[in-house]
Nanobody
Framework: VQLQASGGGLVQAGESLRLSCTAL????????MGWYRQALGEQRELVAI???????NYADFVKGRFTISRDNTKKTVYLQMNSLRPEDSAIYYC?????????WGQGTQVTVSS
């Protein structure tokens, strides 16, 4: 399975971006799709995950600002990011977990200027 992410860019603080990640290949029931980010010099961290059953989970630092959603028919997960802050600047990676395997997308850069 390959994951293709898009939607990053350069925005000002307070603005919004929407990231998309599409899985190319077969995905199966019980999968988890999510977004992680890695800022320069920092470890990769969880942003949000979406279960194929419908559950979602968010890191505390994005609650109320970011929304994860998915379209299973398109094998796509989205991350709507509102009220962006300079500290949200990072490379955002999508991830798919299924049947004991983990897949990563190529990453998309998000830069938020103050």
């Amino acid at each position: 399975v390959q994951l293709q992410a898009s939607g990053g860019g350069l925005v000002q603080a307070g603005e919004s971006l929407r990231l998309s990640c599409t899985a190319l290949g077969s995905i199966f029931a019980g999968n988890v799709m999510g977004w992680y980010r890695q800022a320069l010099g920092e470890q990769r961290e969880l942003v949000a995950i979406s279960l194929s059953s419908g559950g979602v989970n968010y890191a505390d630092f994005v609650k109320g600002r970011f929304t994860i959603s998915r379209d299973n028919t398109k094998k796509t997960v989205y991350l709507q990011m509102n009220s962006l802050r300079p500290e949200d600047s990072a490379i955002y990676y999508c991830q798919l977990q299924q049947r004991g395997s983990v897949y990563w997308g190529q990453g998309t850069q998000v830069t938020v200027s103050s």
